[in-house]
């Protein structure tokens, strides 16, 4: 009968937690988990819970060491005791949660969410790898992770991600050249994220990308980079053209101010807006208009503060401007503290090194 190892152990497991020693301990923790090991894919669900109150006994009681050890072998079971992995999982020991984290089947995306929001890098690391992680846990892992846990994330084929989730990735992807590399592999990228993607991507990075993707994504990249390509050598991406007649005309009579601004932004006219910025700085559209655009809400910061703009029109830019999720309050009240701090002189002198790289970047290359 199958039922009778789950039992026969019982007062060899009661001598242990209550008198036995620490070596006696996790010698009676590994017998449990041999037993266990041996049998519990015939138990019924009622003796399998046997072994967790048996188990979870015992795990109280042990050094980490011997909990890593169970986590280990513990952790590829489908039919593992639900209540000592939720124990393991929520180990503050890495070398503990790490295989169960990554590998159990037994841990809801309800607890893997509530773990990877408390716990630290080493715990969103080990989550990230996990098979099949649904974008309720992936959005998780984005805000709080560093860059390590998400390339790691980014790596994971079977991880789902949202839209605020993928644009959150991809915001993330600036001036990380890997992470740009391996969200240019997945094949699930949304072709507007890819876009944005490979728009700011550095041409050698550009290059591999096309060099090691497999031929259906080398395709859709070679897409993309032509399309960027046909845009023109920093031209607008939109025809600004009726914009531009109106600010240029109100900067003449002298009505190019904070209030004008305002108005265009409150009235959801980005395109004059963009091109206000524009010629309140002396800088070309497309400048700008990648600023708008982007991800990025501190850049947007330093034309607004060298055009001499007040905080109302400003928040109005930020909250109005053309994303697919609007700013939450926590950022807008950074970006006012950094509104604040940023002096005129740091901003002016910030845009001429901007317009300077950009006359630089359009220059012809000579020819040896």
């Known amino acids: 009968m ?5 039992y026969s152990i019982i007062a060899e497991l009661e001598d242990a937690v209550r008198e036995g020693s620490a070596a006696k301990r996790v010698q009676t923790l590994r ?14 669900e009622e003796q399998v819970k046997v072994f967790d109150d048996v188990l979870c006994l015992l795990i109280a009681r042990v050094e980490s060491r011997a909990r890593a050890e169970l986590s280990k072998r513990l952790a590829p079971l489908d039919y593992a005791p639900f209540e000592v992995i939720q124990y393991l999982a929520w180990d503050d020991d890495i070398s503990v949660a790490g295989d169960v984290l990554t590998h159990s089947s037994r841990l809801s ?18 989550i990230a790898a996990r098979d099949n992680l649904p974008e309720s846990v992936t959005d998780v892992i984005i805000d709080r992770g560093q860059d ?21 990735i991809v915001a993330r992807a600036e001036g990380d050249d890997e992470l740009v590399e391996i969200l240019g592999l997945r094949i699930d990228l949304p072709v507007k994220l890819l876009r944005e993607l490979l728009r700011r991507a550095k041409d050698a990075v550009r290059a591999r990308l096309l060099a090691i993707a497999p031929p259906a994504v080398r395709e859709e990249i070679q897409k993309v980079l032509n399309d960027i390509a046909s845009e023109g050598n920093g031209a607008p991406r939109r025809n600004y053209g009726v914009a531009e007649e109106l600010v240029k005309l ?7 101010d904070d209030a004008a601004v305002f ?25 700008i208009e990648r600023l708008m655009l982007g991800h990025r809400s501190d850049l947007i910061l330093i034309p607004c503060r060298s055009a001499r703009l007040n905080w109302p029109t400003v928040e109005t830019i930020l909250r109005k401007r053309p994303l697919p999720h609007p700013l939450d309050e926590a950022t807008l009240e950074v970006a006012q ?3 604040r701090r940023l002096s005129l002189q740091t901003a002016q002198r910030t845009l001429r090194f901007w317009q300077l790289h950009n006359r630089i970047e359009k220059q012809p290359t000579a020819v040896e």
């Open 263 to 287: 108005k265009f932004a409150e009235a959801n006219k980005f395109d004059e807006v963009t091109v206000a910025l524009a010629v309140l700085n002396d800088m070309p559209i497309a400048v």
């Open 2 to 6: 199958v039922q009778q190892p789950a």
């Open 250 to 256: 109100m900067k003449q009579l002298n009505e190019l």
């Open 337 to 339: 503290r950094d509104y």
């Open 109 to 126: 995306a309800e607890a893997l969410v509530e773990i990877a929001s408390t716990k630290g890098q080493d715990h969103l690391f080990a």
């Open 31 to 44: 017998r449990v988990t041999d037993l266990f090991l041996n049998d519990g894919d015939r138990l019924s």
């Open 148 to 168: 390590k846990v998400v390339r790691r994330l980014a790596k994971n084929a079977s991880a789902r991600f949202s839209d605020e989730g993928y644009s959150n």
